[in-house]
């Protein structure tokens, strides 16, 4: 099984929801099955800041894409600043976005999302 980078990017995140693979704010489905993991560079937010990151998946082909799991970071992140999901399993309509909850200004934020294919 190899290991690649599936989708990578950075980008200035408000208020908007962003869909990370798409690089987009329309909120998309990926088709591509496999073995997903999120890297996302945190280390630009200060204190006061607050982000969500909301990862989405299809139970089934047929079903509407839901919230799987949703994560908060708050404030500078300076003993870790780089969050790492665990490695999912996908098959039928994924996605990984983050949002600005508060803050002053829009972070610029680096990601990774590697796969197992």
């Known amino acids: 099984m190899a290991i690649s980078e599936a989708f990578n990017g950075s980008a200035s995140i408000g208020t908007t ?3 990370l693979p798409s690089a987009s704010t329309t909120i998309s489905a990926q ?6 993991q999120l890297f996302l560079d945190l280390s ?6 607050e982000f969500r990151l ?3 998946e299809k139970v089934q082909s047929s ?3 839901r919230v799987v799991q949703e994560v908060i970071f708050s404030n500078a992140q300076t ?3 780089v969050y790492v ?3 999912i399993l996908f098959l039928h309509g994924w996605t990984f976005t983050v ?3 508060f803050g002053a200004a829009a972070r610029t934020i680096n990601w990774s999302i590697r796969s197992v294919a």
């Open 17 to 19: 929801e962003y869909d």
């Open 31 to 36: 088709t591509t099955d496999g073995i997903y």
């Open 44 to 49: 630009a937010l200060v204190s006061g800041d």
């Open 54 to 56: 909301r990862i989405y």
């Open 63 to 65: 079903s509407t894409q």
């Open 79 to 81: 003993t870790e600043p």
């Open 85 to 87: 999901t665990p490695a």
């Open 99 to 101: 949002k600005q909850n």
